[in-house]
């Protein structure tokens, strides 16, 4: 499946929600649970831009450390990185390669 509204099709009939974002005109938003990837169109399909992280309002925390714990930041909003929220990510992005014809990373 290489046609981008092929894959887009597919996600939201897997029950991903798909959005458009103002500051990321070329991407699609793909968001399930408080999981979210930003996707371009690519040469074959579509591709992530960045690593997906954890939606923070209208923003996108990335997994990263902050004073020796691992938070989901976006500027100053930050939320723990349970195991539990690494475990959702994770599975997240892995459901999400599938539809990509990636392998998650």
């Not at 990321?24 to 399930?32: D, E, Q, S, Y």
């Amino acid at each position: 499946m290489a046609d981008p509204s092929e894959i887009l099709q597919a996600l939201y009939v897997a029950g991903f929600e798909l959005q458009s974002f103002e500051r990321f005109p070329r991407a699609i938003g793909v968001v399930k649970g408080d999981c979210i990837a930003l996707l371009e169109p690519a040469e074959v399909g579509l591709r992530f831009i960045g690593r997906p992280g954890w939606r923070l309002g209208e923003a996108i925390g990335v997994l990263t450390v902050k004073e020796g714990l691992q938070v989901f930041q976006s500027k100053d909003q930050l939320v723990e990185a349970s195991e539990e929220r690494i475990r959702e990510l994770r599975a997240f992005e892995a459901e999400l390669a599938k539809f990509l014809g990636h392998r998650a990373g």
